[in-house]
Nanobody, 122 residues
C-alpha cells in the first residue's frame, strides 16, 4: 500500500502564494506518476498538475504560468508552488499517485491523500 500525506494549505489573500507538499510512504515502487487535483464546492474534481518521476509536467490551462509542480524523488515528495492566487483557486486540493502518470492526469490514480483546504480571500 501507499500512503499520501499533504500539507501546506491555508488562507491567503488574492495575489499571494502557497506551497503544498505531498509525501508518499509505503510501497513506493508502485508510484511513478504524482499530481494534484482540486475540488471546489459544488464543482467536480479537476486536474491541477501532474508529472512522472522524470517527465514533463502537465498543467490545467487555468493554472499554467501561475502554478509549478515539482518532485523530490529522493524524498518521495511532490510539491505544488502556487503563485498569483485567485479566489477561484479556492478548493480542497488532493494529492494523487499511481504507477501511471496518465491515470493521475485522468484522476483515476489508485492512491489519494486526505486533502488540504486552500482558501483565497481578502
Amino acid at each position: 500500500q501507499v500512503q499520501l500525506v499533504e500539507s501546506g494549505g491555508g488562507l491567503v489573500q488574492p495575489g499571494g502564494s502557497l506551497r503544498l507538499s505531498c509525501a508518499a510512504s509505503g510501497n513506493i515502487s508502485r508510484i511513478n506518476g504524482m499530481g494534484w487535483h482540486r475540488q471546489a464546492p459544488g464543482k467536480q474534481r479537476e486536474l491541477v498538475a501532474a508529472m512522472s518521476s522524470g517527465g514533463t509536467p502537465n498543467y490545467a490551462a487555468s493554472v499554467k504560468g501561475r502554478f509549478t509542480i515539482s518532485r523530490d524523488n529522493a524524498k518521495n515528495t511532490v510539491y505544488l508552488q502556487m503563485n498569483s492566487l485567485k479566489p477561484e483557486d479556492t478548493a480542497v486540493y488532493y494529492c494523487n499517485a499511481d504507477r501511471s502518470v496518465w491515470a493521475v492526469v485522468a484522476g483515476t490514480g489508485n492512491y489519494w491523500g486526505q486533502g488540504t483546504q486552500v482558501t483565497v480571500s481578502s
